[in-house]
């Protein structure tokens, strides 16, 4: 393979897809490519150029956007579901370009632990959400005892210029009045 030309794993990761969905890009054209014999298997070989090509026509940043994008249970499943879809139907093919069923029987595998660590996360997720809405309710009734005790503070200055009052002389602004007196 020179280097002008990329193996189905390394244009998937250019791309931001799978490597089926870079196989299914050969099929329909808008990349291009060759199978390469490996014994009684064969391997494909993309033209690094086409990949650029590709990638051009998506615009700038598509292939970022994509691996950025969260991948979510239920999307797993469904590309466990086109796989195996795949694998029968390949298993059905005679066709010499075919993927061997060990290699897309090794796919549903990968894309398996891919669920089930997608599961993993989502119950690390669960409890981290948890936790922070505990952390949130300590805060609120921290909020809350604060403003209690402003409260009090102000009843208390309130209280404390009430008695102060009581002692000024009205007409003698500062002055405390004499014992007896008044």
Not at 3 to 14: F, G, I, V
């Amino acid at each position: 393979m020179s280097s002008a030309e990329l193996s189905t794993q390394q244009a998937a990761a250019r791309i931001g897809v799978s490597n089926p969905t870079v196989r299914k890009l050969l099929a329909d054209g808008l990349l291009t490519g060759r199978a390469e014999e490996r014994g009684t298997r064969f391997r494909w070989v993309i033209s690094e150029a086409s990949v650029d090509a590709y990638l051009d026509h998506l615009g700038a940043g598509a292939a970022d956007r994509r691996r950025r994008k969260r991948v979510t249970a239920s999307q797993l499943q469904v590309e466990v579901a086109e796989v195996r879809a795949e694998v029968r139907r390949m298993a059905a093919s005679t066709h010499p370009s075919a993927p061997s069923a060990s290699d897309l029987g090794a796919q549903v595998v990968e894309l398996r632990e891919a669920l089930l660590r997608q599961r993993a996360i989502t119950a690390s997720m669960r409890l981290a959400d948890e936790a922070r809405a505990e952390v949130v309710q300590h805060l609120l009734r921290a909020v809350a005892a604060g403003e209690t005790a402003d409260d009090r503070r102000r009843e208390a200055l309130a209280a404390a210029e009430d008695i102060i009052g009581q002692f000024v002389t009205p007409g003698h602004a500062g002055e405390l009045e004499e014992p007896g007196q008044g």
